[in-house]
């Protein structure tokens, strides 16, 4: 699994060695001597190896441009190269509710946005409680929604973030174990996708 982030830049990818089919299952093994490169136009930057097969744009060489296609190489021995291109999405605008607004708690809370352009293909909406444990998670492919777990959030101070996530990711991220993997890397059993996101700060009373 590989994400690029456009609001942090930054860049990180996950390479491990699955088990063959005809032997005995293991938890997959990180592969640490590959060479992870990220290209966008005449810009290529090698990623680090930091922790057991983890790879990291830990300098932030890579510039992260909303709109631009990014080509993603992995080469280890013993594998074939593999590829992926992914885009990253411009970050979206929260429109309700607004930064520090006051919203009521226990009651369903309506959330709008405008997208910056056409290459997000869904958006995830997050809830957390700054000081308590509420949490959820939504999912959308329009610019607006309800959320009507918040009906349980108490009177708190909440994040509220709107992630736009380009086709590969928002498909990956929806998953169960019954569903079918949804691959856009060549020659290998993953992901490369990309997101932006905007948050607001909100008080429930």
Same mark, same amino acid.
């Given at each position: 699994?590989?994400?690029?982030?456009?609001?942090?830049?930054?860049c990180?990818?996950?390479?491990?060695?699955?088990?063959?089919i005809l032997?005995?299952?293991?938890t997959?093994s990180?592969i640490?001597? @590959?060479?992870?490169?990220?290209?966008?136009?005449?810009?290529?930057?090698?990623?680090?190896?930091?922790?057991?097969?983890t790879?990291?744009?830990?300098?932030?060489k890579?510039?992260?441009?909303?709109?631009k296609d990014?080509?993603l190489?992995?080469?280890a021995?013993?594998?074939?190269v593999?590829?992926?291109?992914?885009?990253?999405?411009?970050?979206?605008?929260i429109?309700q509710?607004?930064?520090?607004?006051?919203?009521?708690?226990?009651?369903t809370?309506?959330?709008?946005?405008?997208?910056a352009d056409?290459?997000?293909?869904g958006?995830?909406?997050?809830v957390?409680?700054v000081s308590?444990?509420?949490?959820?998670?939504?999912?959308t492919?329009?610019?607006?929604?309800?959320?009507?777990?918040?009906?349980f @959030?108490?009177p708190?101070?909440?994040?509220?973030?709107?992630? @736009?996530?380009e086709?590969h990711?928002?498909?990956?991220?929806?998953?169960?174990?019954?569903?079918?993997?949804?691959?856009?890397?060549?020659?290998?059993?993953?992901?490369?996708?990309a997101v932006a996101?905007?948050?607001?700060?909100?008080?429930?009373e």
């Open positions: 699994m590989g994400l690029l982030e456009l609001n942090s830049e930054s990180e990818l996950r390479l491990t060695a699955t088990t063959p032997e005995t299952a293991a997959p990180g640490s001597n @590959a060479t992870v490169t990220v290209q966008q136009g005449d810009q290529s930057v090698q990623l680090e190896n930091v922790f057991e097969g790879y990291i744009d830990r300098l932030q890579l510039e992260y441009l909303a709109g990014y080509t190489t992995l080469d021995s013993g594998f074939p593999s590829r992926a291109v992914c885009t990253i999405p411009a970050k979206p605008q429109l509710p607004q930064q520090a607004e006051t919203v009521n708690a226990h009651s809370l309506k959330v709008k946005w405008q997208a056409s290459i997000a293909a958006y995830i909406i997050s957390n409680g308590n444990t509420f949490t959820t998670t939504l999912f492919t329009g610019t607006e929604i309800d959320i009507f777990p918040f009906l @959030a108490p708190n101070v909440y994040i509220l973030q709107v992630t @736009a996530a086709s990711y928002f498909r990956y991220v929806q998953l169960d174990e019954l569903d079918d993997p949804h691959l856009n890397v060549s020659h290998a059993v993953g992901v490369f996708g996101w905007a948050q607001v700060l909100v008080k429930a």
